[in-house]
């Protein structure tokens, strides 16, 4: 058999086609759970898009390596234990370096254990390919979730608190108590505004590529 | 008794599972195209979520909580084993829900068939996880604190979908541009859902 090189076309696709095209939030639908609990500061959610993305990547690799020592009827124990024991290495991590963030996301980093997308490319890719290409395709698709998970939070922190990452970016002799004119909007705080924003993400993504409208 | 009540209530519309954790969102938007089938998941995760929790509330005060274990020896008063709760409360999950699907297909095949092809589903549903992630946290007193939490969220969730499903079947008439059709217009339709769930917020019970 051919070996492939360690970096041919094939497997930077793998990389670059769930950031757009195969996006897991926005065309996949999955891993939606966590994404928007955490999108109301750019902080919380760049630490987030890193975990998730680590842990997609590992887990995937980890899953190809066992994939044909795993018996069938329990592999989805099997693929939850490893997820779960990467889970709880970036959680103590996290509690070791960044407690303040690790507050924050609260019990969302424990639910990165069931973010779809991990299980979803655990199934539909890791457990068929060799592990190279599937740590590759596990990155990719942790990538192209951090990607909506940092434009969401960007907006919500821009808009509701005018802030970007903790530095005021708008004026403050612009606000309404300093004799100014603006005011933050209060409803991108809240839960709801996180949905909205994605479904409008989406809408534009699909006005840019035709094919990924449904009929 | 009226404690439990008030967790109930407060878990139905105040921390709905949906509108204002975002949990169990994939299985939500994937499963909610007609009022049937989403009848038939939210029951599942009713059921799943009234039986995982209590479990691993007992598991949380007996075997996780820092010093808890000094009900078998005083000597292992100071053990920590609370950063095993994710990889214990996952695999109880995942066991009952395996176990949950054979019992079902040995004793009501007509349930099954229904419900079947949900149950493997609900093992990765964030909002089972997360409803023992919650009761961790928040520290309920009793185990009927910790089933009238699992109840109540339970049946938010079935709410929430059979809500969103009633809309989606009604959507189908309506003109939406089309890159929106789809998963774009369910995400704004359950934020404006959301919004209107916050009226509940601020409610003290």
């Known amino acids: 058999m051919e070996k492939e090189p360690m970096f041919s076309a094939k497997i930077l696709k793998l990389f670059t086609d769930p950031i757009n095209k195969g996006n897991p939030i926005t065309v996949l639908i999955l891993g939606i759970c966590s994404a928007l609990a955490v999108t109301v500061k750019l902080e919380p959610a760049l630490v987030m898009a890193v975990s998730v993305t680590i842990v997609t990547g590992f887990a995937s690799f980890i899953v190809s390596i066992l994939r044909n020592t795993i018996p069938n009827r329990i592999r989805i124990i099997v693929q939850l234990v490893v997820v779960a024991a990467l889970v709880i290495l970036v959680d103590q991590i996290l509690r070791a370096y960044a407690y303040d963030v690790s507050k924050q996301l609260s019990v969302f980093v424990g639910l990165i254990i069931t973010n779809c997308i991990i299980m979803g490319r655990i199934e539909a890719f890791a457990l068929g390919n060799k592990p190279w290409p599937s740590l590759v395709d596990g990155l990719g698709n942790g990538a192209g979730y951090g990607l909506i998970l940092v434009i969401v939070a960007f907006f919500r922190e821009l808009l509701g608190s005018g802030t970007v990452l903790g530095f005021q970016v708008v004026p403050e002799s612009w606000y309404m108590k300093n004799g100014g004119f603006y005011e933050n909007n209060g409803l991108m705080i809240l839960p709801p505004m996180a949905l909205i924003i994605v479904g409008l993400i989406i809408w534009i993504q699909r006005s840019f590529n035709k094919q990924l409208i449904e009929k | ?205």
């Open chain 2, 1 to 205: 008794m009226e404690n439990i009540i008030s967790i109930f209530v407060k878990s139905v519309f105040i921390d709905n599972m949906i509108f204002a954790f975002f949990l169990g969102m994939c299985s939500f938007i994937a499963v909610s195209k007609t009022v049937k089938t989403a009848v038939g998941l939210g029951i599942a995760v009713i059921f799943v979520l009234g039986i995982t929790l209590p479990v691993n509330y007992l598991l949380n005060k007996y075997l996780l909580t820092p010093g808890c274990l000094a009900w078998i020896s005083p000597g292992l008063a100071d053990v920590d084993l609370s950063f095993l709760s994710f990889i214990i409360f996952i695999a109880v999950i995942a066991s009952i829900t395996q176990l949950v699907e054979m019992v079902v297909e040995k004793f009501a095949p007509a349930l099954y068939s229904s419900l079947g092809i949900f149950l493997p589903l609900i093992a990765v549903n964030c909002a089972i996880l997360g409803g023992s992630l919650f009761m961790q946290e928040r520290g309920y007193a009793n185990l009927g604190e910790a089933v009238s939490f699992a109840l109540g969220s339970g049946t938010g969730w079935f709410l929430a979908i059979v809500g969103i499903a009633a809309i989606r079947e009604k959507l189908k008439y309506s003109n939406v541009p089309a890159p929106l059709r789809g998963v774009g217009i369910t995400f704004i339709i359950t934020g404006l859902m959301g919004i209107a769930f916050m009226c509940f917020m601020g409610i003290k019970l």
